[in-house]
C-alpha cells in the first residue's frame, strides 16, 4: 500500500485523492504528516513515521514531531490524529534512541530528555482523538506513544510485540511512562511488566487491555480511519473536556515535575554502571543481527 | 407481576403479603418506597420507582428519594435497600430530567444540580446494603444511580442498555460520576466509555463489570432479594466500616467541593451552545417516536 | 516431601543437596528460614512456615519473621524470597493469631498491631523479588502476606480458598490490607471482596487476579522456583528502583500513620462488642472441629 521511500509515498497518494494535502513544514526526511480533510469539519491527520531502520525517538525525530502536533493542535480543521509507521520490515517504533543516552554530555541528555518529556505531554494531553494504528512492534518509548492514544490498533502478527521493557536494558521508566501504562491496564499489570520489562504478543497484549484490537496486519489503518469516524461523531467540545478530566492528574504530575524529573534522569543514565548496561545492550543487539 | 398504576401496585402487594408496611410519608405520585421486613433485625426496604415515563430524575423526584433514603438510614430496622422500577414497558431510570436543565434560570440549575448531588452523597455513602435490580434501561444519571449501589443485578435482555453517555448529549459527566464509574470498571474502560459516551448491552456491561450479574427478566428481584439475604449475614458494623473506607475518599472529594461543583454545571448548562445541544437532543427524541 | 517435624526437615534437605545452608540464628521452634543458593549472585532463600497447626501469624512468629527478612534484605547474596509452608494437611497461613486480639490489654495489643505493620512494611517493601508459594488456604493475614509478594503460585486444589475474610470475623482490614488488595485486584472487586469477607476458591482467585498461576499441588515450589529463576535475570538496580516506584506511595501511606493506625487498632479491637465477635468465632471454629 505504502511505497519505499518518502517521493513515492507522497505520489501513491496524490494519486488516490486530490482532496489530501500536506503540512510541507513537517515533511522532513525523519518522517512525513500527511493531512487528510474533505472538509474542515471532519479533518484527520494521518501520521507516518518514516525513520529508519526503526522509528527510533531521536532528538530531532521529538522536535519535528512536537511542532508537527501543535500546528495540528491548533488547527481548527484538524480533529483526529492517527499515528503509524511506513517502514518495512514493519517497526511502529523502537522507542527512544538509544545513542541520545550513550555518550552524550549531561546537557544534551537533558535537552532529550526534555524533549521526551514534551512529546508526551502534547500527545497525552492532546485535544484532538488520537488513535494508533500499531503496524509493526512497539516497544519502549514506541509503547508509550501508543498508550497517548484514545484507542489502539494492533496488527495480528505473532511476530510483533509491545511493552514498556525498560528494565530488560538495566534502565527505568520513569513515573509518567508508568501512571501512563497504570491507567491503561491497572496496577497489578503493570507492576509485573514493568519490573519485568514484559513484552506482549498482540493477543497478550489484548487479553491485558495495553491494546483495544486486533486486525489483520494489512487492515490496520483502513480499520483506524473507520474508528475515527466513530469518534468524530461525538459531541466535540463535551469530549475534550472529559478527555481532559481523565488525564489532567497524570499530565499535572509531571508538569509540576518536569525539572526534576530532567535531573533525576541525567543523574541516572550518567551513572558508569548504566553506561555500562546500554553499551552491554547495544553489544548484544549487534550480536543479534550478526 | 406489577400492575400498571400506582394504587393497584399498593393492591398487589397488599394481597400477597401481609407483613409488609409502607411508609406512606413517602408514597407519593413520583414513587413508592415499599419496606418489606418481618423483624426489625433483618429489614429490606424495596423502592419502587414509578415516574412515568421513563423515571426521569427531575428536582422533585431527586428530593423525594433524598428524604425518603434518610428516613431509612435512621431507622435501625433497615439494614439493606433495593432500588427497582415498575414501570411498563421497562426502563429503569432514563436519568437526569433534561427539562430541569433546558430555559431554566441559573438559580433553578444550581437548585437541581445540588439536589443531584445530594442523591448520589447519600445513595453512595449510605450504610445500608443497597442493590440496583435494573429491570430496564439505565442510561446517564440512572447509570449512577445503578453505580451507587453496593451490588449491581440486570436483566438479560438485550434490548437494554446501561452507562454515562453524557458526551451524545453534548454534556458532561462530573467528576464524581467519572469518580464513582472508576471506582467500578477502571480508569481505561472509563476513558472510553466516558469520552464516546457508550451505552452497553447487558452481556458487554457484564464483561467490562459495569454489571455484576445477569439473571432473566422476570427473575430480577426475586435474585436480588436473594443476595441480600447473603449480605445481610455480614457482621453489620464491619461491613459498614469497610464500606466507609473504600468509599469516603470519593464522597470527600465532592463534599469538599459541592459549591464549585454546582457552579461549574451552572456556568456550563446555561451557556447556548450547550443549551442549542440539548435543544437538538430533544427534537431527536421527538423524531424517534414519531 | 518435606517431614512432619523441624529436626526431620533439616535432615532431608541436607541429604537432598549439599549446597543449602542454613541461617541457624532464624531457625526456631516456629519457623525455618533455609537460604538455598550455589552462588552468591543467584542467592535465592526459601521460607518454610512451620508453626502447627495452621501457621498463626502470633506477636513471636512476627517477630522472628521480620528479624529473618531483615537479614536477607542485608545480604548481598541474597536477591529472591520464596515463602512457603510445610504444614500438612496444607495451611499456607491462617493469618492473625486471634489470641493476639482476645481478653488482651491495650498494651499488648498496640505491641502485635505494631508488628504487623512491621511484617507488611518489610515484605511489601522488599528489594528482593519475593514469590508466595501457596501450597494451603491462606485467609486474612495470610492472604496479605501472599499479596506482599511479587508473584503469586497457587496449588489448584478446589480445598483450599484464599481472601482477607476480616468482615466475617466482625473485624476490619485495615486501609492498608485494602489498598494492597486494590493495588493487586483493582477497586471493585476489593469492594465485593472485603465488603463481604469473600474467600476465592483458587480458580476463582486466578479469575480476579489475586493470585497468577496455579499448579498441581505437588509443583508449587518447583515453579517458584523457576520462576524465581526468570525473575532474576532482570537487571538488578532497574528491576528494584521500579518496584520501589509501583509501591512507595503506599507503604509511605502507613510508614506516616503507623501510631494512629495503632491506636485505631487498639481502641477497636478492645471494644467489648468486637471481642464478643471473637469469642463467637472461636466457639464457631471449636464447634466445627467437634
Redesign the interface.
Do not use: C
Given at each position: 500500500m505504502f511505497c519505499g521511500n518518502t517521493l513515492s509515498v507522497l505520489l501513491c497518494v496524490l494519486i488516490k485523492s486530490r482532496n489530501l494535502f500536506y503540512l510541507s513544514s513537517v515533511r522532513t526526511t525523519t518522517f512525513i504528516l500527511k493531512m487528510s480533510n474533505s472538509s474542515p469539519s471532519t479533518g484527520v491527520a494521518v501520521m507516518h513515521m518514516q525513520s529508519p531502520p526503526v522509528n527510533s525517538l531521536s532528538l530531532d525525530f521529538l522536535t519535528e514531531l512536537c511542532i508537527g502536533v501543535e500546528k495540528l493542535e491548533m488547527d481548527k480543521g484538524c480533529r483526529g490524529l492517527i499515528i503509524t509507521s511506513v517502514l518495512s520490515p514493519k517497526v511502529f517504533s523502537a522507542g527512544l534512541d538509544i545513542l541520545e543516552m550513550y555518550g552524550k554530555s549531561p546537557e544534551r541528555c537533558g535537552e532529550f530528555w526534555k524533549a521526551v518529556q514534551e512529546m508526551w505531554l502534547k500527545l497525552y494531553g492532546s485535544n484532538m482523538t488520537t488513535i494508533a494504528a500499531i503496524n509493526g512492534s512497539s516497544p519502549a518509548g514506541g509503547c508509550l506513544m501508543s498508550l497517548t492514544c484514545?484507542?489502539r490498533i494492533m496488527a495480528d502478527n505473532p511476530r510483533y510485540s509491545i511493552g514498556l521493557n525498560?528494565?530488560?536494558?538495566?534502565?527505568?521508566?520513569p513515573?509518567w511512562f508508568?501512571d501512563t501504562m497504570?491507567?491503561?491496564?491497572?496496577?497489578?499489570n503493570?507492576?509485573?511488566a514493568?519490573?519485568?520489562?514484559l513484552l506482549y504478543k498482540p493477543a497478550e497484549a489484548l487479553k491485558i487491555?495495553l491494546v483495544?484490537q486486533l486486525v489483520p496486519e494489512d487492515q490496520v489503518l483502513a480499520v483506524a480511519t473507520q474508528t475515527m469516524t466513530?469518534?468524530l461523531t461525538?459531541?466535540e467540545?463535551?469530549?475534550q473536556?472529559?478527555?481532559s478530566?481523565?488525564?489532567k492528574p497524570t499530565l499535572d504530575k509531571l508538569r509540576s515535575n518536569r525539572e526534576a524529573d530532567i535531573q533525576n534522569f541525567v543523574s541516572f543514565i550518567t551513572k558508569d554502571?548504566i553506561q555500562k548496561?546500554l553499551r552491554m545492550y547495544m553489544e548484544m543487539l549487534k550480536q543479534k543481527k550478526a
Open positions: 484514545d484507542y525498560e528494565t530488560q536494558l538495566g534502565i527505568v521508566a513515573f508508568k497504570v491507567n491503561t491496564v491497572g496496577h497489578r503493570t507492576e509485573l514493568l519490573q519485568l520489562g487491555g483495544d466513530k469518534w461525538i459531541p467540545h463535551a469530549r473536556i472529559t478527555k478530566m481523565m488525564r554502571s548496561s
